[in-house]
């Protein structure tokens, strides 16, 4: 062959494209579009239950790069380009998915075959991913053109739609101000134009966001893969936990949409379970088993469940605690949805609560959510319009948490105004593509996800008004001040929210309203407001009490 010939071969050889064409709300959402053999729609349009449609034309395709030219090292607007090889090599040359991708269960654009047996529960409305008696099969065998070393980190970013917190293969935590890669010196880096990353050979750099509050500085987080963590056990986890619960995950799955989902949307419904209906291996094991956990609470609310014998809740705690504390060597939103999900089940003996056990879990939820950039305001980053609303809704959760065990414990809360940044929540916060697109989604069930978002709402107002009682009246310098018409006057104004807090209420949280034979999303209104009254008594206390 001669050498012009050697060339032309050379330049005909380009990387395979998709061979299955995304359908449209996959396309909207930029997720993996899997078609499961036999089905006419994909995991996600079935999880939504939404029609799998293929109207709207593709997006026109980048210009394909010149040969020789490696996508590393395009010129880049406003960047520096004159750097060392190495120092622009992908974060994953070493990931060995070779050696790996026998045991890792992924699903590729290509041909894919998913392997799924039926489960044994009736109240599922989609195929199970589980497959009883055998959880150490693979249920997604290894597509037919399997990726690259180099390519690996760039179609993760894909597969993911650019997470930064719930990525499959990679976590993210946040460089501080005072951190030894100070945030004014991460301006210097030659990001990324596209992916906004600056990468090395054992990690990299994301910049999410170039000025923060308008400083000149930027928010960026130190990214590594998964598997270079600490105790990191490909599958093991998920399949620990989901033994406990075999063959009933997916009814526990339902259980959780239809009653605590819509008061605690922690959880963003459309991620998990496009991740869930290809196979449980796919959630992370701290927010599976979390949810697996707190389901059981409700096990005699679903037909089919309340007339066989529940799994070991006992057992399950137990493993859902070890790959909760597991999981904070590789920080991910999960390990915050699945604390923030365990400390709310029920103690396991009533009469002894194990009270500084739940503090040390709110503070450690604390501590990690710090560590994912939780108590900043995510509005303006460069990730997911999905992710900004629940991360929105997880800091604030943590904020709730926090006070309310305070207060509950008699410890000092450990969230202070002064590091705390992230804005008020709205309604596009809880936006959800399938909850809009569903069209088979009942009346009755809708109002209830509504009235429950407007439950979360209240329930962080009253929140921010218990944060400055904490802070006016009980903490250790404010409990000094002995003068009882002092606390009075001072009590005045916090009475005044609280007023104003319970008129203006929404009719569907007030405590006289009822409906026959539906669960009851008010009843937390009325127990906190009635705990929470500030009363000073001239007679028998210095100190404002709470009655």
């Known amino acids: 062959m001669t050498s012009h010939e050697r060339r032309s071969s050379l330049t005909r050889t380009t990387r395979p494209r998709r061979a299955v064409r995304p359908c449209d709300l996959c396309r909207i959402r930029k997720s993996r579009c899997v078609i499961p053999p036999g089905l006419s729609s ?56 070779g050696q790996n991708a026998t045991n890792q269960p992924r699903v590729s654009n290509a041909n894919t075959t998913v392997d799924r047996s039926p489960a044994s529960s009736s109240t599922s409305s989609y195929q199970s991913p589980l497959v009883p008696g055998d959880l150490a099969e693979e249920h997604v065998v290894e597509a037919q053109s399997p990726l690259l070393p180099e390519e690996v980190s760039w179609r993760d970013g894909e597969d993911d739609g650019g ?97 605590v989902h819509p008061c605690y949307p922690i959880i963003d419904k459309g991620k998990f379970m496009e991740r869930y209906l290809i196979s ?102 460069e990730i997911p319009d999905w992710e900004r609303g629940l991360r929105k809704r997880l800091s ?38 399938g909850d809009q697109m569903n069209t088979k989604i009942d009346e009755a069930s809708l109002n209830d996800i509504q009235t429950g978002r407007k439950g979360f709402v209240e329930m962080i107002a009253l929140s921010k008004i218990l944060g400055k009682i904490l802070t006016d ?18 009590a ?10 319970r008129e203006n209420l929404p009719h569907s949280l007030l405590m006289d309203r009822q409906v026959p034979r539906r669960l009851c999303a008010n009843g937390w209104s009325h127990a906190p407001s009635s705990i929470f009254s500030i009363n000073g008594q001239k007679d028998s206390s210095t100190y404002p009490i709470i009655v």
């Open 42 to 97: 994909c995991t996600v349009c079935q999880s939504r239950q939404t029609a799998c449609t293929f109207d709207h034309k593709p997006p026109p395709r980048p210009p394909r790069l010149q040969p020789g030219r490696s996508r590393d090292f395009q010129q880049q607007p406003n960047e520096t380009t004159a750097r060392p090889r190495q120092v622009y090599r992908n974060l994953a040359p070493s990931t060995g998915i």
């Open 163 to 259: 997470s930064l917190g719930l990525s499959k293969s990679i976590f993210a935590e946040l460089y501080g101000l005072t951190s030894d890669m100070e945030p004014i010196l991460m301006r210097h880096r030659p990001y990324d134009s596209q992916s906004h990353q600056f990468r090395l050979e054992t990690h990299s750099i994301r910049r999410v966001l170039q000025e923060d509050m308008g400083m000149q500085y930027p928010v960026t987080f130190h990214v590594v893969r998964d598997d270079k963590a600490i105790g990191y056990q490909n599958n093991v986890e998920q399949d620990t936990i989901e033994r406990c619960v075999a063959p009933y995950g997916p009814s526990l799955v339902n259980l959780f949409w239809r009653i």
């Open 280 to 381: 449980y291996r796919e959630v992370d094991a701290p927010v599976l088993g979390a949810v697996y956990l707190i389901s059981l609470n409700w096990w005699t609310y679903d037909r089919e469940l309340s007339n066989k014998p529940a799994p070991d809740e006992a057992l399950l705690r137990e493993r859902v605690i070890r790959v909760i504390q597991n999981s904070y060597h590789r920080p991910k939103l999960s390990s915050i949805e699945a604390t923030l999900l365990l400390v709310q089940c029920k103690p396991e003996d009533a009469l002894n609560p194990d009270h500084t056990w739940t503090w040390g879990c709110t503070s450690q939820a604390l501590a990690i959510g710090e560590a994912l950039g939780l108590h900043l305001d995510a509005s303006s980053w």
């Open 396 to 433: 604030w959760a943590l904020y709730m948490q926090d006070k309310w065990t305070a207060l509950m414990h008699g410890r000092p809360s450990h969230i202070h105004v002064e590091d705390w940044e992230v804005r008020d929540i709205e309604d596009s916060d809880f936006y959800d593509l």
């Open 473 to 490: 009246f009980f903490s250790l310098r404010a409990s000094r001040s002995q003068d009882t018409v002092q606390l009075y006057q001072r």
């Open 492 to 501: 005045l104004p916090v009475l005044e929210k609280l007023h104003l807090w």
